[in-house]
T-cell receptor
Framework: DAGVIQSPRHEVTEMGQEVTLRCKPI?????LFWYRQTMMRGLELLIY????????DSGMPEDRFSAKMPNASFSTLKIQPSEPRDSAVYFC???????????????FGDGTRLSIL | TQLLEQSPQFLSIQEGENLTVYCNSS?????LQWYRQEPGEGPVLLVT?????EVKKLKRLTFQFGDARKDSSLHITAAQPGDTGLYLC?????????????FGQGTELSVKP
């Protein structure tokens, strides 16, 4: 079975440019999470969706960051304009809630390594 | 403020040694998960513990959930170079039913042959 698919795997761009990261969750999963990972701050939750609706975006650093989930099989995280301090590995993860309303583990993609010069 | 304190942050040991990683919080979790992450990949689930006092074993790895569901530990017996990686604990707050996990800072483990 295909896991969570992220693209691109690597992105290098100059500051001020728009960056779009893409994620395809596992089919049937109704939760989608975007994380950022750095050495200094570890794994930080940016935003998460349930049934395509944003539930908690309190982790989004500032207005330069935005995320959308137009349908159950696709989500984007956009940074505009990008800055060098946005350099990090960005992960997408998906999960589902079972019939007993227990949250199942999160399945992570392999991440996008973003470098802003 | 880190809700889930993980220690140690770095651990470098020789093959065959035992080690324990700790995850502590003042908050109560409905469940706690342990993940392992290798370079260039996303975290992968090792185990989920849900009951206070629960102990789960996965080959040489032993996971324990504290009685009060505020802390957890991961013990590795006779570590091998293949155990090298970043270990992350993650808890689902009892007050949050929304699927959100709180991650610890991680423990970078290096096992030298």
């Amino acid at each position: 079975d295909a896991g969570v698919i992220q693209s691109p795997r690597h992105e290098v761009t100059e500051m001020g440019q728009e960056v779009t990261l893409r994620c395809k969750p596992i089919s049937g999963h109704d939760y989608l999470f975007w994380y950022r990972q750095t050495m200094m701050r570890g794994l930080e939750l940016l935003i998460y969706f349930n049934n395509n609706v944003p539930i908690d975006d309190s982790g989004m650093p500032e207005d330069r960051f935005s995320a959308k989930m137009p349908n159950a099989s696709f989500s984007t995280l956009k940074i505009q304009p990008s800055e060098p301090r946005d350099s990090a590995v960005y992960f997408c993860a998906s999960s589902f809630r079972d019939r007993e309303y227990q949250n199942q583990p999160q399945h992570f993609g392999d991440g996008t390594r973003l470098s802003i010069l | 403020t880190q809700l889930l304190e993980q220690s140690p942050q770095f651990l470098s040991i020789q093959e065959g040694e035992n080690l324990t990683v700790y995850c502590n919080s003042s908050s109560v979790f409905s469940s706690l998960q342990w993940y392992r992450q290798e370079p260039g990949e996303g975290p992968v689930l090792l185990v989920t513990v849900v009951t206070g006092g629960e102990v789960k074993k996965l080959k040489r790895l032993t996971f324990q959930f504290g009685d009060a569901r505020k802390d957890s530990s991961l013990h590795i017996t006779a570590a091998q170079p293949g155990d090298t990686g970043l270990y992350l604990c993650a808890g689902a707050l009892e007050s949050n039913q929304g699927g959100k996990l709180i991650f610890g800072q991680g423990t970078e483990l290096s096992v030298k042959p």
